[in-house]
């Protein structure tokens, strides 16, 4: 494994994601949801980590994001911390963390950051435009995320692409303004065609992080098991698979499998022996 130097000097911040999108530069995020995939992902450079809501469906094998708890959240964030030293770690706020009242989504925020999270994300429009104010005014960083937005998954009638009339691309553009104007120091773009998300990229001054929005973001975001090859179902048309880490996990997994039913593991030299100079205790 390579080394884990402590850069704190370049400690990713949310100022650094600004200065990306000032100098034109992209920002990487990918999903995490463990100590081992964080610090690898960190070790590559990876500039923000994820614990997304996402974990509920490839993680917990949940149908959808809307069982997460706060409990399962925190657990995932205080993993990711860990592993992170350079990258900025966001905290999705589950659902029904932050649609009761104000007060109860600053505390579950504020449970989040004492997690570890330096930011949390959170999902809607200008109808959040208030609770964003008010995380701010709190000193909690927010991610705001707009179009595609698995919570609101039963009003959309499904994983369907927003944004594709020109009302409802218009209404993006509000949204994407309204979060900016509430203090949000940068914005997700899921799931809407890639002229409405270049738009919004161009008009704001935060940095978007597009996921199934096309190349003119200011940066990219995948879950993680999309990317590595680690889920079940074709992925979607905005996934590139990376690697086949299922197919490889499979053939390490039978190998193991044959080799103890066939008695060739553990091997002697996988076995502890007696000291060669102590003569073994005889019982
Ligand atoms: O939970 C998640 O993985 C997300 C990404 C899709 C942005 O919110």
Known sequence: MSAHPDPSSLKFTTTSCREKKRRGEKITCLTAYDYAFARLFDECGIDLLLAGDSLGMVAAGEESTLPVTMEQMELAVRAVRRGARRALVIADMPFGSYQISTERALANAVRLVKAGAEAVKLEGGA????????????????????????????????????????TAAAGLLRDAHALEEAGAFALVL???PREVAARITAELAIPTIGIGAGPDCDGQVLVMH???????????????????????????????????EAGAFPGDRESYHLPATAPAKRG
């Open 127 to 166: 109808g959040r435009a208030a609770l964003v104010r008010r995380l701010t005014a709190e000193e909690i960083p927010v991610v705001g995320h707009i179009g595609l937005t698995p919570q609101a998954l039963h009003r959309m009638g499904g994983y369907r692409v927003q944004g594709q009339s020109e």
């Open 190 to 192: 899921e799931g809407m």
């Open 226 to 260: 999309d990317l590595l090859g680690l889920t079940f179902h074709a992925p979607p048309k905005f996934v590139r698979r990376y690697a086949d880490l299922g197919a490889a996990a499979r053939q390490a997994v039978d190998a193991f499998r044959q080799d103890v």
